[in-house]
């Protein structure tokens, strides 16, 4: 039986990227910015897109940041994004606490000042992590802002005090990213490693696969239903550095993705994805 053949990768400059699509969706890290400052040829693919009128948006599963405080950095790098150019998985942390029935209720939040006035959006009470008073849920945003350790200690001992007693918290996972690109070739462990260890404890101590962190941010499809109808028009591309949740996300949706080799993913990893593959490749985003 012949095997099927594995999708073509288109490689592309951006700016014939742009033509061929009437929104453009762009991850944050890894593409427009790494933490060594703007990535080549960022601030020029956004403004080319402003001076052509064409829809764009950064879709970032980046939770530590609100829209405001995304904008000014990115405009500080000479990125001319405004805030409602930004949807960030912190969004998503409101409508999810809603969905659970989280108002009025006692919410961990693991993140920064701007990942817990998410939750505060809809009226949780955001609380400490206490094994002897648990919390109705469990958001893990970010992997700063907090004491991680610490907060993992008492998060761990908290969930499982609270499923012993018939009560398991709501968890969910803003960021299910596991690393991040740092800068100069080096990388950051990030909130989604984090869930990954406290899943592999819970399964020692409460039995495999009897919970798991609610995933918000991509891959999650409400994330990209989100960016679309934010853009609206399913005529989309989303550019990222990331396989398993910029390009799994897109592809599981129906839009185009490019994989741009400015962050954690090399020409290699992509030759090697077989159907797993983007549309399109870019070297970074100058043309």
């Known amino acids: 039986m012949t095997p099927p053949r594995a999708p073509v990768v288109h490689r592309i400059d951006f700016a014939s990227l742009a033509e061929r699509h009437e929104a453009i969706l762009f991850d944050a890290y890894g593409v427009l910015v790494n933490a060594a400052g703007a990535l080549p040829g960022a601030a020029e693919a956004i403004a080319h897109l402003a001076a052509r009128g064409q829809r764009f948006l950064v879709v970032t599963n980046d939770a530590s940041r609100s829209p405001e405080r995304a904008s000014r950095r990115f405009q500080r790098l000479g990125i001319p994004v405004q805030p409602e150019h930004v ?9 999810a606490l809603e969905q659970h029935g989280m108002r009025g209720r006692r919410v961990v939040v693991l993140g920064t000042g701007d990942s817990a006035a998410y939750a505060r959006q809809v009226g949780a009470l955001v609380v400490d992590p206490d094994p002897a008073n648990p919390a109705d849920a469990v958001v893990l945003a970010d992997e700063g802002g907090f004491d991680t350790l610490g907060m993992l200690d008492a998060t761990l001992s908290m969930i499982v005090t609270a499923a012993e007693r018939g009560r398991a918290p709501v968890l969910l996972l803003a960021n299910p990213d596991l690393v991040y690109p740092s800068a100069n070739g080096t990388f950051g462990l990030t909130a989604g490693s984090l869930a990954g260890m406290l899943e592999r404890a819970l399964d ?69 994805a077989g159907a797993q593959a983007p549309t399109y490749l870019l070297d970074d985003l100058r043309g």
């Open 87 to 95: 949807l960030s998985s912190g969004m998503l942390i409101a409508p």
């Open 204 to 272: 020692l101590l409460l039995g495999h696969g009897t919970l798991r962190f609610e995933v918000l941010g991509k891959p999650a499809a409400r994330h990209f239903e989100t960016a679309l109808e934010m853009v609206g028009t399913r005529q989309a591309v989303m550019l990222g550095d990331t396989l398993h949740t910029d390009i799994a996300g897109a592809r599981a949706v129906g839009i185009a993705s490019a994989i741009v080799l400015t962050g954690v993913t090399t020409a290699v990893q992509v030759q090697e």
